[in-house]
Each structure stands twice: as structure tokens, then as C-alpha cells.
């Protein structure tokens, strides 16, 4: 289960940091995508040349590259990864991780890994019995991180276990059996409840946004929200726990659904952006304003003898935000309302935002879209396009969720 899995594999100076070749070796040989982080010690040990061959990767080693000076962000890499291995770990990588001593991009990576993390230690058998170092394992234990080491004392080779970094391809089937796990327990889930997105997080937004002009008039659109709460009702529905993020509306909350209320653009861009990280699917059904006022007059603007002009902003890219922030485990679903060149239009919009498909509506269709209860609509992935008869926007759920779960 390892295929497709993104690994930021931890290189620190040990002197068995050589070994760190195997592990790229049988990680890349499962399916994985591997990037290295190096501290400076554990440049001496092993080249960043040598490992760059391996993954087909620049190595990351400084905060900035000395060649043109790009920052390297660490908050990047946590979000992309589906696990870290710190392997080989050396006693003082371990006191670091333990402590928050973020003084190496090794160490502030590791605090910010969103996913699992892999701790393989390799010291010297006293370093290894002394009380700090059992302390500091203990406490990457109680983090939540996985600690790979020898079990019986002893290697495969024979020789002391302990202290010694575990065999390489013992530390790759560690990984490959966690994903293994994982994938088993979700299907284990769906299965014993009946469920198909049981254990599933979904973000949702919905409705229109409204941009204040003054305390009494906005820039707003005729969305309802009915599709956005049916999608909402019909996740709930199959066992997923989802939050639903709604513009001005005046629909009832789906039973056990999560809402958060909001007005502007603005306000729907810092929930989603707060949230998606934490979430499996996000679901971007509302029809935001794309534009605002640059200015927003504190009192009522009364009416004169000349015209008024307003002059305009653009408002944030929230599915583009998003997209940027997916990682390989995250999928997001955009919609597209389009007046001509539809599906042109549509296919732009799904790489623009890194979207996985594109729900595509079209106003040119009497009786659907904004203020119905009918739509009808076209769903267009990179590889496919399944066009869809009108029909109500609880039916109309059903498809849209249908292909969600196809892609999850």
C-alpha cells in the first residue's frame, strides 16, 4: 500500500545515514515518491548527490537554496506528505524533536507533519541505555510517532539490536503494513456500519456571499443554497461527518451536520482555509462574489442627481487557495456556472484549481440552477465527462457524490 504515498524520508549524521540508499531504494520500489531532508551533519556521512540520483529530487537541507536563494517551507512539505521517516535518527535529532528545538529544517519539518510520523534511532548501545535518550523516546511515543526498532535486541544480521538502526527493509514493511492497517480499518468501517463514507471529513460551502456596498446594500448573486445543503444531507447521510460552511440563506440545517454561517467572501475564505486541513473532501458548491468594493461607505448612500460609481476588487480565490493547500490524501470537487463556452471554460477552472472534477452548470437551461429545485449539470474529471439528465438537487446529490466516492 505504499504506492503513490508521498514520504519525507529524515536523513541525520549517523554514520549508518549509507543505509538511508536501501530505504529509498524499497520505498521507491513499492510505488512511493520519496523527498530527503538532510541536517548538515548528516551531509557528512552521505552526499546529497547520491540521494538526489535516487528520488529524482533536489535534497533540502537549508531553510534557503544557496543557489538562488528559495525559501524551502516546511509547512509545504508537512502538508504534502502522507508520513515522514526520520531514519537514521541520532540521539541528539531525538533530544531536538522532543523539545521543539527548531534549529535545523529537519527538526521544523517534523513539527509541522500533518501525517504520521517514523522514528528509526541509531546510536551506540550507551547512548542509547542512557536515561535522557529512553526519556526522549518515550516522549515522541506519547507525541504519537511510531518508534522502529529492534524488538528482540538483535538484528537480522545477529549482531546487538539495540541502539542500531533497524534493517532497512524491515523499516520499509513497517510503513508498508501501516498503510495496509489504515486502508483495512477504513474498509472495515464502511463495511460494519453500512456506510460508505463512514469515517470520512467533508467540507462543504454553499449559498451566495454578499459584499457590502454600505450598511444597507451588498453585491450578491441569486444562489439559494439547495445544493449545497442536499450535498450536505446526502454526505451525512452515508456516515461522513461534515461541516457545512453557508452564505445568507434561509434553509434548515441538514440533521447532524456541522454549520458555520458567514456573509462575505472574506469571512467563507478564512473558515475553509482553517478547516480543509483537518478534512478528507472539500466541497466548493458556493457561488461567491468574485468581486467587492474597494471602499465601503460607513453610513447609507443616498441617492443624487448624478450616477454612482462603484469601484471594484477582486474578491480571494477560495478554491484555489485550497487547491494549493490539497495533499495527495485530500480530494476537492469545485462547480463551475458558465453563460458560454461551457465545458472550455469548465476543463480551465479543474486545473486552475487543482480540483479533481468539475460540476459543471450551465444558465442556459430554463428551469435549473439559482432559485430551483431542479438542476441539471455535466461532471467533468481530467480522463471523463458523464453528462447527466435535470433532474431535483437531492437527486442531482446523489451523482455528485457517487463520483466522490469512485475517486476516494
Not at 524520508?9 to 523527498?35: D, F, H, N, P
Not at 450536505?232 to 452515508?238: I, T
Not at 480540483?355 to 430554463?366: E, K, M
Not at 440552477?369 to 438537487?393: C, G, L
Amino acid at each position: 500500500m505504499l504506492k503513490g504515498k508521498k514520504i519525507v524520508l529524515g536523513i541525520t549524521g549517523s554514520i549508518a545515514a549509507y543505509k538511508s540508499c536501501l530505504i529509498i531504494r524499497g520505498l521507491i520500489k513499492r510505488g512511493a515518491e520519496v523527498q530527503v531532508v538532510i541536517t548538515p551533519a548528516g551531509k557528512e556521512f552521505i552526499t546529497p548527490i547520491t540521494l538526489s540520483a535516487l528520488t529524482h529530487k533536489p535534497v533540502i537541507s537549508e531553510f534557503f537554496s544557496q543557489r538562488d536563494g528559495t525559501w524551502h517551507s516546511h509547512v509545504d512539505m508537512g502538508l504534502w506528505a502522507d508520513a515522514m521517516l526520520i531514519a537514521p535518527c541520532t540521539a541528539s535529532t531525538l533530544g531536538k524533536m522532543a523539545n521543539g528545538v527548531a534549529d535545523n529544517m529537519l527538526v521544523t519539518t517534523y513539527l509541522s507533519m500533518k501525517a504520521p510520523v517514523f522514528i528509526a534511532p541509531a546510536m551506540d548501545l550507551d547512548m542509547y541505555r542512557h536515561p535522557s535518550t529512553q526519556h526522549n523516546l518515550e516522549t515522541l511515543k506519547g507525541y504519537g510517532n511510531h518508534i522502529i526498532e529492534p524488538e528482540s535486541g538483535f538484528l537480522a544480521s545477529g549482531l546487538e539490536g539495540k541502539g542500531r538502526l533497524e534493517e532497512p527493509d524491515v523499516i520499509v514493511d513497517t510503513l508498508d503494513k501501516f498503510f495496509d492497517a489504515e486502508s483495512a480499518e477504513a474498509d472495515k468501517t464502511s463495511e460494519e456500519t453500512g456506510m460508505s463514507l463512514a469515517g470520512k471529513k467533508i467540507l462543504i460551502t454553499a449559498g451566495p456571499t454578499y459584499e457590502k456596498i454600505d450598511p444597507v446594500r451588498f453585491i450578491g448573486n441569486y444562489s439559494s443554497g439547495k445544493m449545497g445543503f442536499a450535498l450536505a444531507e446526502e454526505c451525512r447521510k452515508r456516515g461522513a461527518s461534515v461541516t457545512l460552511i453557508s452564505g445568507p440563506v434561509a434553509l434548515d440545517t441538514p440533521d447532524g451536520v456541522n454549520r458555520i454561517n458567514v456573509d462575505s467572501c472574506a469571512e467563507m475564505y478564512d473558515e475553509a482555509s482553517r478547516l480543509f486541513p483537518e478534512y478528507d473532501v472539500a466541497i466548493l458548491s458556493a457561488a461567491v462574489a468574485d468581486f467587492q468594493p474597494e471602499t465601503v461607505s460607513e453610513t447609507k448612500i443616498k441617492r443624487g442627481k448624478d450616477g454612482l460609481t462603484l469601484k471594484l476588487k477582486p474578491t480571494h480565490d477560495i478554491a484555489g487557495a485550497l487547491g494549493k493547500m490539497k495533499t495527495s490524501k485530500q480530494r476537492i470537487i469545485a462547480f463551475a456556472l458558465e453563460t458560454n463556452n461551457e465545458e472550455q471554460n469548465a476543463k480551465a477552472k479543474l486545473e486552475k484549481k487543482n480540483a479533481d472534477f468539475i460540476v459543471l452548470n450551465s444558465t442556459q437551461i430554463p428551469g435549473t440552477t439559482f432559485r430551483s429545485d431542479d438542476n441539471q449539470v455535466a461532471i467533468i474529471s481530467r480522463t471523463a465527462k458523464h453528462v447527466y439528465p435535470k433532474k431535483p438537487k437531492s437527486e442531482v446529490a446523489v451523482d455528485i457524490i457517487n463520483e466522490l466516492e469512485d475517486i476516494l
